[in-house]
């Protein structure tokens, strides 16, 4: 989105960056993979769909959410906004603290998480706006490693932090739909503080939400918001 569209969130292990032309080729790539296109459910673009789609997301104009947009939606639903943020991975060597926007154009692209906006209706019918996450650690050797999860924390403490510093997401609106036998994302997102609310035996999917009702709350990590030009 243009409106926020030279920000990135800088953190000690991942840096989030906007989605920009210089990413498409790897993006590309990566969901060339069936295995990937299964576990984020997107259909394949050809290069040529991949880059006018990059295109749309830097010039749409109609949110004040903010970073390039550019996942598919599922087939079963419609989503009125979709966020994402390409991750970046940050070596174990790296403690500088003064990390300049060159240095974090030249780290490596390893991932992507997600945003997707939905007005939906509750139990009885009323309108209300679930938060879908997603995150995708896309090259193999960076699984494992703690990677996922820091990104996808850094993305929901942004996401939940107030207006200017954040989306101002309120927390409850947090959910999650992941394949019944892919138990390390389960897990990752009950580290969150999700909880499996219920089966979609449908789609083989379960359903998880933020737990706001517990008892403790994990802290997600904090990242640096910056300019990114």
Not at 50 to 67: L, T
Request: charged fraction near 30%; aromatic fraction near 8%.
């Amino acid at each position: 989105m243009r409106v926020n569209a030279n920000t990135c969130i800088v953190g000690d292990s991942v840096v989030l960056v906007p989605y920009r032309p210089e990413h498409v080729p790897t993006y590309h790539r990566w969901m060339t993979d069936p295995k990937l296109q299964e576990l984020t459910a997107s259909e394949p673009l050809t290069y040529e769909q991949e880059v006018e789609m990059q295109k749309k997301w830097r010039d749409d104009e109609d949110s004040k959410c903010d970073y390039a947009l550019m996942r598919r939606p599922k087939t079963d639903s419609v989503y009125s906004l979709e966020l994402t943020f390409i991750v970046l991975g940050r070596p174990q060597t790296d403690l500088r603290e003064d990390l300049h926007n060159e240095d974090v154009a030249q780290l490596p692209m390893i991932g992507d998480v997600n945003l997707f906006f939905n007005r939906t209706a509750d139990e009885v019918g009323n309108d209300v706006l679930e938060v879908e996450c997603e995150v995708m650690i896309a090259e193999p050797r960076y699984r494992g490693q703690g990677l996922g999860h820091a990104a996808l924390s850094m993305l929901l403490s942004y996401a939940s932090s107030s207006i200017p510093d954040g989306l101002g997401v309120p927390k409850s609106c947090f959910v999650a739909e992941i394949g019944l036998e892919n138990l390390a994302s389960r897990a990752l997102f009950r580290k969150l503080g999700f909880r499996e609310s219920k089966v979609v035996e449908i789609f083989n999917e379960v359903e998880l939400k933020y737990d706001i009702e517990a008892t403790s709350h994990p802290e997600w990590l904090k990242g640096e918001k910056r300019v990114y030009d």
